[in-house]
């Protein structure tokens, strides 16, 4: 569904189904700079890809081990240049596709552990991951090379319990993180690219977070699992 930034509705596109068009359980959206919107359809095993009117356009990946295919992937992100990475979620890795979804490579097999969400950074040099299981955020550079890790399991400020999405407030260098069963969303603050963050806690009236996108009036919405969609102000 496609709804403006005040919240009303404009419009909606796809149904329960394994065609062209239609979905089973999405759970990743991304948008490129065309305007071609990006769809993980999830238990599917693929990526569907519609004008911005939500006409069908195309579809890659498919259920499997291989180069290229999918197991029930999560959250998707496009990067300035076209390249579509995409949280591979039960294969461990992420897979990096170019120009009508060519497979040019995946990192992270043995090392991440359902991966839920990927975010290309604001410096155009960085990747950052949700490696849910393990309860981190890892960032790599575009190789797909490991640079650091941080996070961890727990409560506290700057842990994790099985972080979800990820989006970036550009601008600001302001990374939000879905911390979704810890019911809150995590923010923090990069000045050069490194592991130094500043978290803050944003817990008021969230119940498993999950997805996340910045707004262009500087308002998170945050997808949530029980009590709606809720969003942070600026």
Do not use: C
Request: charged letters at 20%.
């Amino acid at each position: 569904q496609v709804f403006a930034e005040d919240g009303q509705f404009v419009r909606a596109f796809g149904r329960r189904g394994t065609g062209d068009g239609e979905f089973m359980q999405p759970s990743g959206v991304a948008v490129d700079g065309l305007g071609q919107i990006y769809v993980s359809d999830t238990m599917n095993s693929r990526i569907q890809v519609f004008t911005a009117d939500g006409l069908y356009l195309y579809q890659f990946g498919s259920y499997g081990l291989g180069d290229g295919r999918l197991r029930h992937p999560g959250g998707v992100s496009v990067d300035p240049l076209g390249r579509v990475y995409v949280a591979d979620t039960q294969n461990g890795r992420i897979n990096v596709y170019g120009s009508m979804g060519t497979f040019e490579s995946s990192f992270g097999s043995g090392t991440l552990k359902e991966p839920a969400d990927v975010a290309p950074g604001p410096d155009g040099r960085t990747l950052y991951v949700s490696d849910t299981m393990h309860h981190e955020l890892v960032i790599y550079d575009l190789s797909g090379t490991e640079l650091a890790r941080f996070g961890g399991f727990g409560a506290g400020d700057g842990k994790f319990h099985e972080p979800h999405g990820l989006t970036w407030d550009r601008p600001n260098r302001l990374l939000y993180v879905a911390d979704t069963h810890n019911n809150r969303v995590q923010v923090f603050g990069f000045g050069a690219p490194s592991i130094a963050g500043n978290p803050t806690g944003q817990p008021e009236a969230l119940r498993l977070p999950s997805g996340l996108a910045r707004g262009l009036a500087k308002r998170t919405a945050v997808a949530t699992g029980g009590v709606g969609p809720a969003d942070i102000p600026p």
